[in-house]
């Protein structure tokens, strides 16, 4: 066993108890920096998504019906309870995903606060009155509680992900099943004891950590449960919105990403080429607004070039638990794989690898990759049309604000994009002109708890954080009294 894990449980969490998967199945949890077992962890599918379903639809009935204010109480001890053990918590997101300390233990305190920005915002769902054109009526709006909420989450930020939903859903007055990855299920098992030492009534989250497709389709299947959250591929996106007709499941989808960065020649090529390296990398790349394809303007491409390969050779990679690692493993072996594939096929397209992309020299166990960047790249090559979900930075040339423009464009996924320019024309043009649901003008966290995440195109639908996450899981209803 790698490490000491500080997780309390392994189980599913249903109707308010912890409880083994009704057919007994278990599998592994692997620490991805050793390979090591973790713990052998509970593991459910259809069977226990029916129950989950059975217990969120009978305690809607109750928790619907309480007042945002006693919802915020709950949220905000919640809350309260991850900063007190963010030590402890923290610790275990670096067992399970391989991410750093200090990038862990930042993640958990933005799920906290997610926890009570929605147990504030919950407050204030307002409706409104709407002036008629009849004197002997009057018309109003309000907002209620949508329901049972399926939120399907993925691995990259095990916290992170399932606290803006799990948050909004509660704050909204729903009840939810929730399916996080069984790849990083302590996050999970951390977010649901909080809850429970926050009061939160028996029935109104219930957790599995299960095979996804199974429980995905019990989801769809069940009339009760009204809309899906899900976090993850645009293959499995698509899948689910076919599904979704069978009883008009709701959904809120957040999919793939290949976030461009235009790069002007009127910046601090240094001072971009610094901040990118680190940007670029975090979680190992494996962020779906992750800035991805960079397009540097012809005039600085070379120098731009040779100073990111610099700041990306001195990056550290090793375990999170070591102190100045910077990238820490992918997620999983297959994970690497894919990464691995991918650098084969751009080398056979004639691609040219600065620096990295290899196993490092001083591990013999784990799944690392030494970040790579990669240069002479067109845009039909495979890491343009791929989305690479690992350390690796590829660089592209353009010609002018037009040329930038259509480059970055042309790809089917919108979620973020990135714009560094010293020029306020130049900025308002390009992040009016990007096909992209996010952009980030001289910044690399252009996202936050108070602001509305959502993409374009095949990067999704819906939107998470900000008040627009509360109003994807309430329903507007139309009141509206004649004859006054």
Sequence with gaps: MSGSVKSVQNKQYINGAWVNAVDGAQIPLINPATEELISEISFGNEKDAALAIDAASSAFKTWSKTTPYYRAEILKKAADYLRQNLDTIAFD?????????????????????????????????????????????????????????????????????????????????????????????????????????????????????????????????????????????????????????????????????????????????DAIAKAASIARFRNNGQVCVSPQRFYVHKNIYDQFAEAISKYVSALKVGSGFEDGVNVGPLITSKQRDSVVDLLKKAKTENATVLTGGHFPEHTDKGYFIQPAVVTNLDQTSTLA?????????????????????????????????????????????????????????????????ELPFGGWKQSGQGHESGSEGLYEYMEKKLISIGGI
Aim: net charge negative.
């Design 93 to 269: 997101m670096v067992l399970e995903s391989g991410k750093p300390l200090l990038e862990a233990r930042g993640e958990w305190t933005v799920a906290a606060n997610l926890f009570e920005w929605y147990a504030e915002e919950g407050k204030r769902a307002y409706g409104k009155v709407i002036p008629t054109n009849r004197v002997d009526k009057r018309s109003s709006v309000i907002y209620q509680p949508m329901g049972v909420i399926g939120i399907i989450t993925a691995w990259n930020f095990p916290a992170y992900n399932p606290a803006r939903a799990w948050a909004a859903a509660l704050a909204a007055g729903c009840t939810v099943v929730a399916k996080p990855s069984e790849t990083t299920p302590l996050a999970a098992y951390h977010l649901v004891d909080a809850l429970v030492h926050a009061g939160l009534p028996t029935g109104v989250l219930n957790l599995l950590i299960a095979d996804a497709a199974p429980v995905g389709e019990a989801m769809l299947n069940d009339p009760r449960l009204k809309k899906i959250s899900f976090t993850g591929s645009t293959r499995v996106g698509k899948l689910l919105m076919d599904g979704a007709s069978r009883t008009s499941t709701k959904l809120s989808l957040e999919l793939g990403g290949n976030a461009p960065v235009i790069i002007f020649d009127d910046v601090d090529v």
């Design 385 to 449: 049309r791929n989305e690479i979900f690992g350390p690796v930075l590829p660089l592209f040339k353009f010609d002018d604000l037009e040329d930038a423009l259509a480059k970055a464009n042309d790809t089917e996924y919108g979620l973020a994009a990135y714009v560094f320019t010293n020029n306020l024309k130049t900025a308002i043009q390009v992040s009016e002109g990007l096909e992209f649901g996010i952009i980030g003008i001289n910044e690399w966290a252009p996202h936050g708890t």
